[in-house]
């Protein structure tokens, strides 16, 4: 009889399932990258199809809201169409061929979005910068870019037109507003009167994508090019195993359109078929955040640690998050402290990444994974991660080196081109078998990875390595302490000792300074290791960040060694 003694075969899997782990296994490096690739024609109009084959729950794809009353929705098969005819402006007026380069410098508006995914159906290379960018900024990405043209907002406008005569290869610039400006394109005038036939262009999976520059959290930012399966392909695992996304998910993820982590959304959400939600957050708010989680039936949440550290300031306990019940952090390191407070109020627990601009995610925690407090986690498939020392050897579990990517002799596909017209920094990334970091860190025995910092931010005070991440998170358990940034400080017998920079809570304003500094001095000492504990003490109002709100310890080293 069939049953006896042999396996049953496992139900077939819905169709949407099927197609999403082939794009699974190919993330994970199981199934080879196919040598032609587009996300637009690959991905979302296969996620359309699948929509209109009533494959996929009545969820939009994607649904923003302006926090004022103004909502969008697209199901895949309306941003399809949309992005259509955004592909028809950006090849028609503004005459771009593919190859060609194009900066996005907008707020969080639908159209983001839109031009994101016309960029990929006409082939154009995308570069996202954020809105905070100043004239100058503007100026070094466009000439270092050669962006032939760039969408931005009103309010940046004036910004572009005061350099855009230094910026010669820049041909066209397309405004996303309800007027007209001299010298600008409409970009709103001229969606409406596209058509909405288009043919996605043929890419090929090597062919570059976008080119991202760096937060520049340690010097002037590199500009890093992905191809259209890096990222394209490049995060579904993840987004399914890390973010744990599926068709019926509602994922924000709070970050600025110019940082890195709106593609790592939009590439982790849109191939599991879930929706993309987008507040216009004008302004960072805990409250507003708050607020929109206990309106809106959002399921998985992510935010930079700075965020976080925020939200866990007010009352938690005062809302009710209607759907909420996944979420994320990275790009810094998260306190312990912020984790537990996080999910002791919510209920929610906070699961860590770690990743950069030149790859995928590195380390991740998986949902339903043990978590290890203060660890981001272990190597993120198809990654293999690797501690090494200066020379690229791998260095045993409990070991302080740099955090490194295997690349030979297969240097995995989910990973950056190159530093644009930069081979020096390219090479320079590379130690033998491996793509080195930047950062440092430990790998414990269980495979999990402890961060100590930037390779430039560990403090060597009297031969001990000290790394800042485990300084703050030690402060960062004292109630007077709202953030520190801690760096390496001048000392004429210990060379360098700690100093850290602490940003106090209100109620600590008016305690004094002296007898406050010794009781954080204590604090550090009785929770970590002593010698580890600050020296030097500077409280201050805020500490200097990237524009995507990452600490610049950077700044303050050369600062405090008068560089
Ligand atoms: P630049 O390279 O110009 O200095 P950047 O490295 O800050 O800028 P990104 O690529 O945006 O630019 O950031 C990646 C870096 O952020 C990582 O190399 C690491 O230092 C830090 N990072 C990201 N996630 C985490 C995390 N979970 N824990 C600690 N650090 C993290
Ligand atoms: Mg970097």
């Known amino acids: 009889r069939a049953f006896c003694g042999s396996r049953r075969q496992p139900a077939p899997l819905p169709v949407p399932q099927?197609?999403?782990?082939?794009?699974?296994?190919?993330?994970?490096?199981?199934?080879?990258?196919?040598?032609?690739f587009n996300f637009a024609h690959d991905v979302l109009d296969v996620w359309s199809r699948l929509e209109e084959a009533g494959h996929r729950p009545p969820n939009p794809a994607f649904w923003w809201v302006s926090g004022t009353g103004a909502e969008v929705k697209w199901s895949f098969e309306e941003l399809g169409k949309q992005s259509r005819k955004a592909a028809n402006v950006l090849g028609g007026a503004c005459g771009l061929q593919p190859g060609d380069r194009m900066m996005l410098v907008l707020p969080r508006l639908p159209e983001w979005w839109l031009v994101s995914v016309a960029c990929m159906r006409t082939g154009t290379v995308m570069i996202p910068g954020v809105t905070q960018l100043t004239k100058k900024d503007l100026k070094y990405r466009l000439q270092a870019s050669r962006a032939k043209s760039i969408i931005t907002s009103d309010s940046l406008a004036p910004r572009v037109d005061a350099i855009s005569a230094e910026c010669p290869s820049l041909q066209t610039k397309l405004l996303v507003s309800d007027s007209s400006r001299p010298g600008w394109l409409n970009f709103r005038e001229l969606l409406r009167e596209a058509s909405t036939e288009h043919n996605c262009v043929r890419t090929k999976s090597r062919d570059p994508l976008a080119v991202y520059f760096t937060s520049g959290t340690t010097g002037a930012p590199k500009m890093v090019e992905h191809s259209q399966s890096s990222y394209g392909l490049g995060f579904v695992a993840s987004g399914r195993r890390w973010v744990a996304l599926t068709e019926s998910d509602v994922f924000w993820n709070t970050t600025d359109t110019g940082w890195v982590k709106a593609a790592w959304t939009l590439f982790s959400a849109?191939?599991?078929?879930?929706?993309?939600?987008?507040?216009e957050l004008p302004r960072v708010d805990a409250k507003v955040i708050l607020n929109t989680l206990s309106t809106f039936p959002v399921t998985t949440l992510c935010c930079v640690p700075t965020i976080f550290r925020l939200l866990v300031q007010e009352d938690l306990t005062r809302y009710q998050f209607q759907s909420l019940r996944h979420c994320l952090t990275g790009g810094e390191a998260l306190n312990p402290d912020v984790r537990e407070k996080w999910k002791r109020q919510t209920s929610v627990e906070l699961y860590e990444g770690y990743g950069q601009s030149e790859t995928v995610v590195i380390c991740a925690n998986p949902k339903g994974t043990k978590i290890k407090s203060g660890s981001m986690g272990k190597a993120s498939p198809p990654y293999d991660v690797q501690i090494v020392d200066d020379e690229g050897n791998v260095l045993p579990p409990g070991e302080e080196g740099n955090v490194a990517i295997r690349i030979r002799p297969t240097r995995p596909f989910c990973f950056f081109n190159c530093y644009l017209d930069n081979p020096e920094k390219t090479a320079a990334s590379e130690q033998g078998d491996f793509y080195i970091t930047g950062d440092r860190a430990r790998m414990d025995k269980d495979g999990y990875f402890w961060?100590?910092?930037?390779?430039?931010?560990?403090?060597?005070?009297s031969s001990y390595r000290i790394g800042p991440v485990?300084?703050?998170s030690a402060l960062?358990?004292?109630p007077a302490v709202l953030e520190s940034a801690v760096v390496s400080s001048p000392d004429p017998i210990r060379g360098e000792v700690v100093k850290a920079f602490i940003v106090l809570t209100p109620?600590?304003?008016?305690?004094?300074?002296?007898?406050?500094?010794?009781e954080l001095q204590e604090?550090?000492?009785?929770v970590t290791a002593p010698y580890k504990y600050p020296?030097?003490?500077?409280?201050v109002s805020e500490l200097p960040k990237t524009v995507s709100g990452k600490i610049q310890r950077s700044k303050l080293r050369s600062q405090e060694w008068g560089k």
Request: charged fraction near 25%.
């Open 18 to 36: 099927k197609i999403v782990a082939t794009w699974e296994a190919i993330s994970l490096g199981r199934q080879p990258v196919p040598e032609y």
């Open 270 to 279: 849109w191939p599991n078929g879930s929706c993309i939600f987008v507040h």
């Open 451 to 461: 961060f100590m910092g930037r390779n430039d931010d560990v403090i060597n005070s």
């Open 470 to 472: 485990e300084v703050e």
């Open 476 to 478: 960062a358990e004292h």
């Open 507 to 518: 109620a600590y304003f008016s305690h004094d300074p002296e007898v406050l500094m010794r």
């Open 523 to 526: 604090h550090v000492k009785r």
């Open 535 to 539: 020296r030097k003490v500077a409280f």
